[in-house]
């Protein structure tokens, strides 16, 4: 079993600063530089989305975890051999040379000092005209002098690399993007700003967002042999230390005995165990401290709970110690873990859950997880149903700002939370649902871009149209791969077929309907008299009696919009009674499950 000296936070300026333990990729054990621009875009998203987060002084996005670094550390901590990290560290050092390199090309006296101070604190320095320089982050062989000639041997008075080696690897070339795509970047950002005074502003706060922003956790270990077990074991499993690892780490920290460390790993193995996908431990960690707290980002989550949490835990005499939050914590695990994969024991609920999951509704899971808590899951029917309708006439139909559907859905799990009843969360919601007339002109105009609610809508109407018809006849409608949408009118039609508004047409509700089976890319395709016996032939009702027939006009051979926007008005019709507005739900529930 490894041995592992320590594990702790560092921000980047930590690990790459100077006065620093020098960080060194050992020629042995790793690879060379390897993020393509899909890597880089991805970094620089997220550093971009953070950086405005923690601008806006919200101090749950005053940091942003961004992954494990496994070193070989000396006793004397002089140096450190770098296992796990070395993509994210240098293309951390590339994004800083660019702003260096930036700020030194604006020529005045404080842009040139602000350049110097990022070269010599955070990428390289020399202490005397006669000592060699010194690099904070050292790559492997292969790309160590590359490295050096392109991003580290800077000239402070010239403002460049004087000598720069070509790229004789792939290694090589992707520095070089990496530099390119993030000069590029940052000149788009600065662009706006024809002010020095605010591209300076600009600069230094990417700088300050990277240097103290950015924060690792670093794994200290004694031995190659140690960090290579660590190592293996991180990547062989796919589950990176992230920020389920340091909630685990820090409450074992704060233990006060044997008996709370026992039960902090017995959550842990509950919760190892409850769920298939690292994703999904990740959400639930979040979605559980929403429903107590209120709404926190995934990257800031790490930060609240331990600023919160050691509140409690320090508090004397302690009324919350670890054990509770670890048993509250585990309890609550497995509920979560019941509700997404609909496994509470109840059907009606457990039909309404697969409904939560087909429409990747994740933003109901923190209430549900609030309400199952205070009530069994038989009590939680109404709840599911009306979050629903919200759900489908806010955001999958009326495509609104999905952001204000949370904000309300996670202050209502936060009132369960503090005691309040379901039947109250029920009604509060009923009055956000948007009333029949909104949602039915949302409808009409409605387009659908996403599959598996598309999907959902023309199942859940094909199941009330057999409802009234009296057909209890099944249907298998969650998306199982046994029903698929199709287009009527196609997305690849004949170039002669094609509608002048294309785009706005195809993907309309009135445009789509289900069939049975398989796609056939080449029947999906093909005009409608061409496709017609299988729209008559379909045992669904929404695709053999809703009249498709009309989208395609016989007598001229081409596609019909007026047909479209008519069959669209009748499934709106329907639609009404399947998600009722809040004004039907306190007149009581219609629908199928009536």
């Not at 662009?191 to 950015?214: F, K, Q, S, T, V």
């Not at 923190?366 to 009590?379: F, H, I, Q, T, V």
């Not at 559907?405 to 309040?420: D, Q, T, W, Y």
């Not at 796609?519 to 999906?524: I, L, R, W």
Request: glycine content about 6%; proline content about 3%.
């Amino acid at each position: 079993m490894a041995i592992i000296k320590q594990a702790q936070r560092q921000t980047l300026g930590q690990l790459i600063g100077a006065n620093n333990p020098i960080v060194t990729v050992p020629d042995d054990s790793q690879r060379q530089y390897a993020w393509t621009r899909k890597e880089v875009d991805v970094f620089w998203a997220d550093i971009q989305k953070f950086k405005k987060a923690r601008e806006s002084g919200k101090e749950s996005a005053s940091e942003y975890f961004i992954g494990p670094v496994v070193t070989i550390t000396e006793k004397a901590v002089k140096s450190r051999a770098l296992l796990d990290g070395q993509q994210r560290l240098t293309t951390s050092t590339i994004l800083l040379a660019v702003l260096r390199d930036m700020l030194h090309r604006m020529q005045s006296p404080e842009a040139t000092a602000l350049a110097l101070n990022i070269h010599r604190d955070y990428i390289a320095r020399k202490t005397g005209r006669r000592t060699p320089t010194e690099y904070f982050l050292e790559l492997s062989l292969f790309d160590r002098s590359f490295f050096r000639s392109n991003i580290q041997d800077w000239d402070e008075a010239k403002g460049e690399c004087l000598a720069p080696e070509k790229d004789k690897r792939p290694s090589h070339r992707l520095i070089l993007d990496a530099y390119a795509a993030f000069d590029a970047k940052v000149a788009v950002e600065l662009a706006p700003y024809p002010d020095e005074e605010e591209r300076l502003d600009w600069l230094d706060g990417m700088r300050e967002c990277l240097i103290n922003g950015l924060v690792f956790v670093e794994i200290q270990t004694p031995s190659a042999s140690d960090a290579n077990e660590v190592f293996e074991t991180i990547n062989s499993r796919g589950k990176d230390l992230s920020t389920v690892d340091l909630v685990r780490n820090f409450l074992m920290e704060k233990s006060t005995g044997q008996h709370e460390k026992e039960r902090v790993n017995d959550a842990w193995r509950v919760l190892l165990d409850d769920f298939d996908r690292r994703e999904d431990i990740e959400k639930f960690l979040r979605h559980y401290w929403v429903a107590k707290y209120g709404d926190v980002k995934s990257y800031g989550l790490y930060t609240v709970i331990r600023k919160n949490l050691s509140k409690e835990f320090d508090k004397r005499p302690q009324k919350y110690g670890v054990g509770a939050f670890s048993a509250d914590l585990e309890s609550a695990s497995i509920r979560y873990a019941d509700l997404i994969t609909s496994s509470t024991g109840y059907d009606e609920i457990d039909a309404s859950l697969r409904e939560v999951k087909a429409l990747g509704a994740d933003a109901l899971y923190p209430l549900l997880l609030a309400a199952s808590e205070r009530a069994g899951y038989d009590k939680l029917h109404g709840l599911i149903d009306a979050m629903l309708s919200y759900y489908v006439r806010w955001t999958v139909v009326a495509n609104k700002e999905s952001t204000h559907l949370e904000e309300n859905l996670f202050e209502v799990a936060k009132e369960i939370s503090g005691g309040a009843g379901v039947e109250t969360a029920t009604r509060r919601i009923c009055g956000w649902i948007p009333d029949d007339e909104t949602f039915k002109s949302d409808f009409d105009r409605a387009s659908i871009s996403k599959t598996s609610q598309a999907r959902y809508l023309l199942g859940k109407i094909e199941e009330y149209m057999r409802y009234e018809a009296g057909i209890e006849e099944d249907v298998a409608l969650s998306g199982d791969g046994k029903l698929y949408v199709e287009n009527v009118y196609p997305q690849k039609p004949a170039k002669e077929l094609r509608l002048e508004e294309h785009d706005s047409w195809v993907g309309r509700i009135g445009n789509l309907t289900l069939l049975g089976g398989r796609k056939n890319p080449t029947t999906a395709n093909l005009a409608y008299p061409e496709k017609a016996s299988l729209y008559a032939a379909s045992s669904l009702l929404i695709t053999s009696d809703t009249e498709v027939d009309r989208i395609w006009d016989p007598a001229k051979a081409s596609w019909r919009v007026e047909g479209i926007v008519a069959r669209q008005q009748e499934l709106a019709v329907t639609a009404l009674k399947v998600w009722p507005s809040g004004e039907r739900w306190s007149q009581g529930r219609m629908g199928v499950h009536q």
